[in-house]
T-cell receptor, first 114, second 111 residues
Framework: DAMVIQNPRYQVTQFGKPVTLSCSQTLNHNVMYWYQQKSSQAPKLLFHYYDKDFNNEADTPDNFQSRRPNTSFCFLDIRSPGLGDAAMYLC?????????????FGAGTRLSVL | EDQVTQSPEALRLQEGESSSLNCSYTVSGLRGLFWYRQDPGKGPEFLFTLYSAGEEKEKERLKATLTKKESFLHITAPKPEDSATYLCAVRSGTSYGKLTFGQGTILTVHP
């Protein structure tokens, strides 16, 4: 059974049209992460939540926002997608933040920008 | 800044031909090194965590080892179903929850 679920699996949007990606988890983990993975590149952390505490990476563009309304759900909002934002977006969860806590990933949402 | 470099970028093997993948890292105080497997169009699947130099872990045909500067993923007698991208990632003392990934090694095992 999938424990980290991302919807939709594929998303097509137009240049500049806001888009929201969804992640839910059944693990009751405290931490939820969003990574961006461009073609043939390493996944790159955008931000993460520890419970309700939001932690933004210094180089994450302002165009990217996130919401976590409850423990189970986390959303990635891209306010004005550009062609360079086309990528696979990966959600991950972990019980805690120290290194003994494994990050479990969802299947990802592949975003295309036309 | 934490850095992870994986080599080779791509590796093609015949079924049964053993080999190794390399992950070199530079971090401020390693807290953990992680290996993941990623199939096309899917999210990374956890394989191993290594915490200190000299540590080794095994799972089926895979064995991961760790030194102070690099990690190896040894694949013994691979099968076609082992074909995937293998990602290495590190957690450092300053990264507070963040995994820094390498770009991966694309492994193809031919029957």
């Amino acid at each position: 059974d999938a424990m980290v679920i991302q919807n939709p699996r594929y998303q097509v949007t137009q240049f500049g049209k806001p888009v929201t990606l969804s992640c839910s988890q059944t693990l009751n983990h405290n931490v939820m992460y969003w990574y961006q993975q461009k073609s043939s590149q390493a996944p790159k952390l955008l931000f993460h939540y520890y419970d309700k505490d939001f932690n933004n990476e210094a180089d994450t563009p302002d165009n990217f926002q996130s919401r976590r309304p409850n423990t189970s759900f986390c959303f990635l909002d891209i306010r004005s997608p550009g062609l360079g934002d086309a990528a696979m977006y990966l959600c991950a969860t972990s019980r805690g933040q120290d290194a003994k806590n494994i990050q479990y990933f969802g299947a990802g949402t592949r975003l295309s920008v036309l | 800044e934490d850095q992870v470099t994986q080599s080779p970028e791509a590796l093609r093997l015949q079924e049964g031909e053993s080999s190794s993948l390399n992950c070199s890292y530079t971090v401020s105080g390693l807290r953990g090194l992680f290996w993941y497997r990623q199939d096309p169009g899917k999210g990374p699947e956890f394989l191993f965590t290594l915490y200190s130099a000299g540590e080794e872990k095994e799972k089926e045909r895979l064995k991961a080892t760790l030194t102070k500067k690099e990690s190896f993923l040894h694949i013994t007698a691979p099968k076609p179903e082992d074909s995937a991208t293998y990602l290495c990632a590190v957690r450092s003392g300053t990264s507070y929850g963040k995994l820094t990934f390498g770009q991966g090694t694309i492994l193809t095992v031919h029957p």
